[in-house]
């Protein structure tokens, strides 16, 4: 707690409104990140819970929340701060395997403290002029990495608006006068193609820009989940024979359930042909562009791609929010998306106004994104990036080979083909049982049960979901820098230890 001296103050004792109050401030925030290394220091203790469950109702109790009508004093401050890292789920601790993008990495954190402090705008080069050129160089190493020389690229808040970034580039090139006219310069059906294991922002780029989801048209994909491109060709000629304009196909590298990589090569051909836009949703997969190891086949052929997004915050290990949507022809994004609002973008600056980034987007202010991810390559080096996507695909593999080991406990439903591990546990009960309808139904209804079991008892997290050819069944991502071999068999061992009696 803060000294006798300081813990009656208030923010209006500290910078900047009392301009003598920088003692104060100090000892304010040296309080704060103690308690933040606190809570960085039991992320990182396998022996602390990831969690401390409670019902929303419960947990409202256990929190004051409320808004107060005069400002608290600085100790209560500390007290709030504590108090919500005491509730907050730990997403860095070895045992969170729950989502694609897990752990903590504290380079990266230092990079959003100096973020956070810089408290900047991305819209213009002359509030933020060091980060706007660290974007230009990452950005440019990574479209690099994907293949291309040149083109253009943005960050964008997820890998959401990253694809609808992508969408929207493709339509003002193949359209360029929807920009002023709208539909009326299209004149018939625009239709868009994606495989069945898409990401559903895909789909709702239909939605949000006025095609319909009826015109997202899904193709089937194999029993890896890779999309079929002969299936892809068809439902192209047949959206043709309608007289509909077909003009975008995302392929997917790294399927948000199962992991799974589109044939890019093939599929590029079939865009070839038709004049299609090639899309590649790699907000998962990217990382493996990384690594000269598993970047083929998996990712062999992107730089056919005429646009990328790729998500720093997934497999990287990039602090979130850190999204990246890249283009292979450079003055597409400006050109669809600039309004030119004069009091931002003016062209009459003293510097290059193409170093200003605000007419590319569709947004207007856009946090800094980048100078965390550029930290954090700068600690790591491009080498380090390798390694560590390297090593997140090896405890994978080693995760597969112990499943294998104990087919009575664990049921893999099929070889991964990036760090998506998708299996059932297997209770004591159905262990006799052959692997029918009937036990599939069994074991997928315990998984919400299982999970329950794990967040009560707050010592780990897989993730669980249906997919479209079966039932509930676990999916675990490893995607943490902070997992080692012995948290996969933790991992192992706490399902059935949980679980066993289901
Ligand atoms: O950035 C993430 O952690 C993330 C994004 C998704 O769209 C889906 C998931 C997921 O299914 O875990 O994770």
Request: net charge neutral; with cysteine; glycine share 6%.
């Amino acid at each position: 707690s803060l000294s006798r001296e300081h813990c009656n103050l208030k923010y209006s004792d500290i910078l900047p409104h009392n301009a003598e109050g920088y003692p104060a401030t100090r000892e304010f925030l040296m309080k704060v990140v103690d308690i933040l290394l606190d809570f960085i220091k039991s992320t990182n203790d396998r022996n602390a819970k990831i969690l401390d469950f409670h019902h929303p109702s419960e947990m409202m109790r256990l929190l004051d929340l409320e808004i107060p009508d005069t400002g608290l004093t600085l100790q209560q401050l500390l007290i709030d701060c504590s108090t919500t890292l005491k509730y907050q789920v730990k997403t860095g601790h070895p045992h969170f395997f729950n989502q694609l993008s897990c752990g903590l990495d504290l380079v990266s954190m230092a990079g959003e403290w100096l973020t956070a402090t810089a408290n900047t705008n991305m819209f213009t080069y002359e509030i933020a002029p060091v980060f706007i050129l660290m974007e230009h160089v990452v950005l440019q190493k990574m479209r690099e990495l994907i293949g291309w020389s040149g083109g253009d690229s943005i960050l964008a808040p997820g890998g959401s608006i990253s694809n609808l970034y992508a969408f929207l580039a493709a339509r003002h090139k193949m359209f360029p006068a929807y920009k002023e006219r709208g539909l009326a310069a299209i004149g018939g059906q625009l239709v868009m193609f994606t495989s069945d294991q898409c990401h559903y922002s895909v789909k709702s780029c239909a939605a949000v820009c006025g095609l319909g989801t009826d015109n997202c048209v899904m193709v089937p994909s194999d029993e890896r989940g890779r999309m079929i491109p002969s299936k892809l060709e068809e439902l192209i000629l047949e959206r043709k024979a309608k007289g509909h304009i077909p003009f975008f196909v995302n392929a997917t590298a790294g399927t948000t359930v199962i992991g799974a990589f589109d044939p890019i090569s093939e599929i590029a051909d079939i865009c070839q042909r038709h004049q299609l836009w090639l899309h590649i949703d790699a907000a998962w997969g990217g990382g493996l562009l990384l690594s000269r190891k598993y970047r083929h086949p998996r990712m062999t052929g992107i730089e056919r791609a005429d646009s990328v997004t790729w998500n720093p915050h997934k497999l990287m290990g990039a602090l979130l929010q850190c999204s990246t949507i890249h283009f292979k022809e450079d003055g597409l994004l400006i050109s669809c998306n600039q309004m030119s609002a004069e009091y931002l973008f003016m062209t009459d600056k003293l510097y290059d106004v193409k170093y200003d980034t605000g007419d590319k987007v569709i947004q207007c202010g856009r946090h800094n994104d980048i100078f965390k991810l550029w930290l954090q390559w700068r600690a790591k080096g491009t080498e380090g990036f390798e390694k560590h996507m390297d090593r997140l695909m090896e405890l994978s593999e080693y995760m597969v080979r112990r499943i294998k080991q104990m087919p009575d406990k664990y049921y893999l439903i099929l070889e991964p083909e990036m760090v998506n591990v998708c299996f059932w546990y297997l209770p004591t009960r159905v262990r006799n049982m052959p692997h029918t309808q009937e036990r599939i139904k069994i074991i997928a209804d315990i998984c919400p049960i299982l999970k329950g079991r794990m967040m009560q008892a707050g010592t780990l997290m897989v993730g669980y979901q249906p997919d479209d050819r079966r039932p509930n069944f676990f999916r675990n991502i490893i995607s943490s820098a902070a997992v080692t071999e012995a948290d996969v068999d933790f991992l192992l061992a706490e399902m059935d230890r949980l679980g066993h009696d289901l």
